[in-house]
């Protein structure tokens, strides 16, 4: 079996907002290129980007303000393409080229 061929990467825009942005040094866009395949050769999917999100483009130690059990926190509402991620798949989603994803927490200390 050969390995797959590099299919090249897409660019998608991540917002954080709702407070997620300290974790992401402070900056509420991102304008990303990201593999189109993982390394199976499956396409990527919002699973797949918010582990992407923690290796690569999180600056802050805190992940557990934005993951839990390997997957977005409770009170965080996820958006894709202006639609709840739950119409859409959730972590099942397969990202598309363009694709705006924002991340909002609705939690917040006082």
Not at 26 to 48: C, F, M, Q, W
Not at 67 to 80: A, N
């Amino acid at each position: 079996m050969s390995e797959p061929k590099d299919v090249g990467d897409i660019g998608i825009t991540v917002e954080f907002s709702g407070g997620l942005e300290m974790l992401f040094s402070n900056e509420r866009k991102h304008k990303l290129s990201i593999p189109a395949k993982d390394s199976t050769g499956a396409p990527l999917n919002v699973g797949y980007l918010v582990t992407y999100l923690c290796e690569n483009v999180m600056k802050d130690a805190r992940k557990d303000l934005f993951v839990l059990d390997g997957t977005v926190r409770p009170g965080i509402l996820v958006l894709i393409n202006e639609a709840d991620w739950e119409l859409e798949g959730e972590e099942t989603y397969e990202i598309q080229p363009g694709d705006n994803i924002l991340f909002v927490s609705t939690l917040h200390g006082g």
